[in-house]
């Protein structure tokens, strides 16, 4: 089922992405607003139980992301994920952030995924951390992926980042190019070619040990060798405490814009490749898209 937006149609997504909690520093910040609150547990079972039901959307939602420092340990979860599951949801993701590390127990999430941010941190803390939330998580037995920002603090210590990865019994690994924010200085995103020159000396080394690479927020074509780790961000829904029910937000284009150059549908890489950002593509230092060939 397509929605219409101001981007034009849009397939009906199959993912319900809810902030529960008002934090959620470690995030990819993209253009979601701040919401002013942390949400209930009726105002999340609401949500669940409008996105579960095939009337108001047409396509109920089968898989579940829920965000926000502080969301592994509320005290609802479980009865959260129960109700998700009687309602039809076949897939439940939880994303981690980087406050909720040391205290974090894989083990007693009913999840089906647990994804942990791996950024670097005051004399490397944050990255001490997550590797000890692997290890608890590897010994839970616990589904795991890791991801990393490649901000402007982290490309620099992308290998001890790596190292971490490598040594985690994690099934992923996803490097994402920081998302524009409105606001934003420049100064908090470094240019293209240095961010890819890092993954080019990092990622043989991860896939030899097994893992599985992705790379999001770069277009394949400033991507060389790496351009087969890109695949196309499927759409979601997303919630939380200031838009829900049917004033939620689709990822794509109300959270995310990317854009692609008229020269972009030529390309052999068109129909896995999100595009970039015009805003990046007005700043030095990020080259014209170019149809791979061209």
Same mark, same amino acid.
């Given at each position: 089922m397509l929605n219409w937006t101001r981007a034009g149609a849009v397939e009906g997504p199959r993912t319900l992405q809810i902030r529960l909690q008002r934090s959620y520093p470690g995030r990819v910040r993209a253009g979601a607003p701040v919401p002013t609150r942390s949400m209930s547990t009726e105002e999340v079972r609401a949500n669940i139980g409008y996105f579960t039901d095939t009337r108001p959307r047409g396509v109920p939602v089968t898989a579940l992301v829920l965000s926000g420092v502080g969301a592994a340990s509320r005290p609802d979860l479980p009865?959260?994920?129960?109700?998700?599951?009687?309602?039809?949801?076949?897939?439940?993701?939880?994303?981690?952030?980087?406050?909720?590390?040391?205290?974090?127990?894989?083990?007693?999430?009913?999840?089906?995924?647990?994804v942990l941010p791996l950024q670097p941190g005051d004399a490397g803390a944050a990255l001490a951390e997550a590797a000890d939330a692997l290890g608890r998580a590897a010994r839970a037995g616990r589904a795991v992926a890791v991801h990393t920002v490649?901000?402007?603090?982290?490309?620099?210590?992308? $290998? =001890?980042? +790596? &190292?971490?990865?490598?040594?985690?019994?994690?099934?992923?690994?996803?490097?994402? %190019? #920081?998302?524009?924010?409105?606001?934003?200085?420049a100064s908090e995103v470094d240019p293209a070619p240095r961010a890819v020159a890092a993954l080019n000396e990092v990622i043989p080394?991860?896939?030899?040990?097994?893992?599985?690479?992705?790379?999001?927020?770069?277009?394949?074509?400033?991507?060389?060798?790496?351009?087969?780790?890109?695949?196309?961000?499927?759409?979601?829904?997303?919630?939380?405490?200031?838009?829900?029910?049917?004033?939620?937000?689709?990822?794509?284009?109300?959270?995310?814009?990317?854009?692609?150059?008229?020269?972009?549908?030529?390309? $052999? =890489?068109? +129909? &896995?490749?999100?595009?970039?950002?015009?805003?990046?593509?007005?700043?030095?230092? %990020? #080259?014209?898209?170019?149809?791979?060939?061209?």
């Open positions: 009865e959260l994920v129960a109700f998700a599951r009687d309602r039809g949801v076949q897939t439940v993701v939880l994303h981690a952030g980087v406050e909720d590390l040391a205290g974090l127990d894989p083990a007693a999430l009913p999840v089906d995924r647990l490649l901000s402007p603090s982290a490309i620099p210590l992308l $290998p =001890a980042i +790596s &190292r971490v990865a490598a040594m985690s019994q994690a099934r992923s690994f996803t490097l994402t %190019f #920081p998302f524009p924010v409105d606001g934003a200085p080394a991860l896939e030899a040990r097994g893992l599985s690479v992705a790379i999001k927020g770069l277009p394949v074509c400033y991507l060389g060798s790496l351009a087969r780790l890109v695949y196309r961000t499927a759409n979601r829904w997303y919630a939380d405490a200031d838009h829900q029910l049917a004033k939620a937000l689709l990822f794509f284009p109300d959270v995310v814009a990317f854009h692609k150059e008229d020269d972009c549908r030529f390309c $052999p =890489a068109d +129909s &896995r490749c999100d595009g970039f950002f015009a805003t990046y593509l007005r700043r030095p230092g %990020f #080259p014209r898209l170019i149809p791979l060939g061209a």
